[in-house]
């Protein structure tokens, strides 16, 4: 009978788990935070350890942590983390100390149980030989570092089983160990030395042999098959090939730990909704990836050392060219590595889970900047953009708490934007709170319309009150007929939704003539304004 150690503060649901797992034939330990586990395991080993993220005086991350910093059996134990948010910041986190598998709650019993399963028949395998190849991480790291230090090119290749999760639950020990046989015979040819590595569970590492970029790709994307039990199991792999190219400044700031990782994140990221993909990643993605990897580590931080900043971009009207409002816009402009843009670190929050507490600072600045707005000009409308992310993490409950203690009146003069593909993944209770807000006067703006996939059902539901095209439409609009009947529909379909029409990223003053000639009123762009810091708002509107 296997032993599972059971990690939980909240007494009712540790007693719910165990319950669950007696019933399906596990003998149970219980703790209820990190330090009472540790004293579990002084006395008893168990055969796996599941364990909540967020706990009093030892978190699940620190009792990981404890654990690797020990060493012995108790360190190469599967380990299984619970957390109440979807997040991706802790499952990042998990994954860096070698987390098994991360399971968010409300739990799905039947899901942890398959997880549960599928971890004790096969125990960690990283650090364990296949068929004479080494796995280490070590070797391959090595490898690079000392190409770093002569500034060797090299190239390397991560390959990632995609839905390995669902594959492992499949499979039994000897199918799954007959699938990475195979993924080794097909990945070995490709290698410069014959060697390849295990980097994570599902996702292999070499160095290529630069001769066979064509047939790795090839070879990499077509569908493959496992004969289980006399049954094609089919599975598909995702390929990140980069051009390590050591003379990069940009590269040199990243140690070949730091390198691997990186990369190996974006694939994750990457082929997470879209699989079977060849990723090729050169010169231009070295600051990319030196961005990213710098915001998933230093965002929080920024957060709360005041390192961000709002820029406010003036919306004009388009008849009488007169500003009657602005969006806020997040900016990181001091950086270790230079100034971020939005496009780097806000992907980066609501992959570390930092989406909520990033939209909280910025509700917090925008309120401080309407205030101020409001004296200059009385009928200034603001708005600013909150993650699909935060609205179900409480925003639209903390926009109004923060309302009600400011000033509820404030709210007549502000704009929450979400985009059109985070309205597919509205509940019933966020368009409750949502429409809370807008009883206190806040205006819902749909931002990027026309790149989702929002139905007229989502429109009409939540009765949006502005439209803003996204400025893909608008670039061409000028010279490109079709762009210009696309803009013309979507006006047409927001004047009859009842909804206000604001055009985006406007840069030439033929593209605002083509827009006040299809009948769209209002515009934003840098033809008019570029985002300034809001006191040259204020003059610039006190001197209109």
């Not at 003379?247 to 990457?270: I, K, M, P």
């Not at 060219?321 to 816009?329: F, M, P, Q």
């Not at 993490?393 to 934007?417: D, K, N, Y």
């Not at 490109?480 to 206000?500: K, N, P, T």
Request: proline share 3%; aromatic share 6%; with cysteine.
């Amino acid at each position: 009978m296997n032993t599972i150690l059971c990690v939980e503060d909240d007494d009712t649901l540790r007693q719910l788990i165990c319950e669950e797992l007696v019933f399906a034939g596990y003998r149970v330990l219980e703790a209820s935070d990190g330090v009472a586990a540790l004293a579990v395991l002084e006395q008893e080993l168990p055969d796996l350890i599941l364990s909540d993220v967020s706990m009093p005086r030892m978190s699940g991350f620190e009792l990981v942590e404890q654990l690797a910093v020990r060493g012995g059996d108790a360190a190469q134990l599967p380990f299984i983390l619970l957390t109440a948010l979807g997040d991706s910041h802790n499952q990042i986190r998990g994954r860096h100390l070698g987390v098994d598998d991360y399971l968010v709650k409300p739990i799905d019993f039947d899901l942890l149980l398959a997880a549960i399963g599928a971890k004790l028949k096969r125990r960690r395998h990283d650090d364990v030989a296949v068929s004479g190849t080494p796995s280490s991480r070590a070797l391959l790291l090595d490898r690079m570092e000392a190409a770093r230090t002569v500034v060797s090119p090299l190239t390397l290749l991560l390959v990632k089983t995609d839905t390995y999760l669902a594959l492992s639950m499949r499979l039994t020990p000897a199918e799954l160990a007959l699938q990475q046989q195979s993924m080794l015979a097909q990945l070995q040819p490709l290698s410069c030395d014959g060697m390849v590595f295990i980097w994570s569970e599902g996702c292999w590492a070499l160095l290529l042999d630069e001769d066979k970029l064509d047939v790795a790709a090839d070879l990499l994307l077509q569908r493959m098959t496992l004969d289980a039990a006399g049954v094609a199991v089919g599975y598909s792999c995702s390929t990140l090939c980069i051009n390590v190219d050591w003379t990069s400044a940009e590269l040199r700031r990243l140690d070949a730990a730091g390198l691997v990782e990186a990369c190996a994140l974006h694939l994750n990221f990457e082929s997470a909704g879209n699989p079977r993909q060849f990723i090729a990643l050169g010169n231009d993605d070295y600051q990319a990836l030196e961005a990213a990897r710098y915001a998933e580590r230093h965002l929080g931080q920024a957060i709360k050392a005041g390192e961000l900043m709002l820029l406010f971009q003036p919306r004009v009207d388009l008849q009488t060219r007169a500003i009657v409002g602005a969006e806020a816009l997040v900016r990181w402009p001091h950086a270790q590595i230079g100034a971020l843009s939005p496009g780097f670190f806000v992907p980066a929050a609501e992959r570390m889970g930092l989406a909520a507490e990033l939209d909280r600072w910025v509700i917090v600045h925008t309120l401080d900047a309407i205030a101020l707005l409001l004296q200059a000009r009385p009928d200034f409308i603001l708005s600013f953009n909150v993650s699909a992310q935060s609205l179900s993490a409480g925003i639209p409950a903390f926009l109004m708490a923060q309302l009600a203690t400011r000033a509820p009146a404030l709210a007549a003069s502000l704009e929450i934007e979400v985009t059109e593909t985070s309205m597919a993944h509205l509940t019933t209770a966020i368009e409750t709170e949502i429409a809370s807000l807008r009883d206190m006067g806040l205006k819902l703006a749909v931002d990027d319309f026309g790149m989702g996939y929002a139905s007229l059902a989502y429109l009409k539901r939540l009765r949006a009150e502005v439209i803003k095209i996204d400025r893909s439409f608008v670039t061409d609009i000028a010279c490109r007929s079709i762009d210009a009947q696309i803009v013309e529909g979507l006006i047409g379909l927001s004047r009859a939704l009842g909804c206000m029409v604001v055009a985006e990223g406007v840069e030439s003053d033929a593209q605002a003539s083509m827009l006040d000639e299809l009948g769209c009123r209002y515009a934003q762009g840098y033809h008019f304004y570029h985002p300034m810091p809001l006191g040259a708002l204020l003059q610039v509107l006190e001197a209109s």
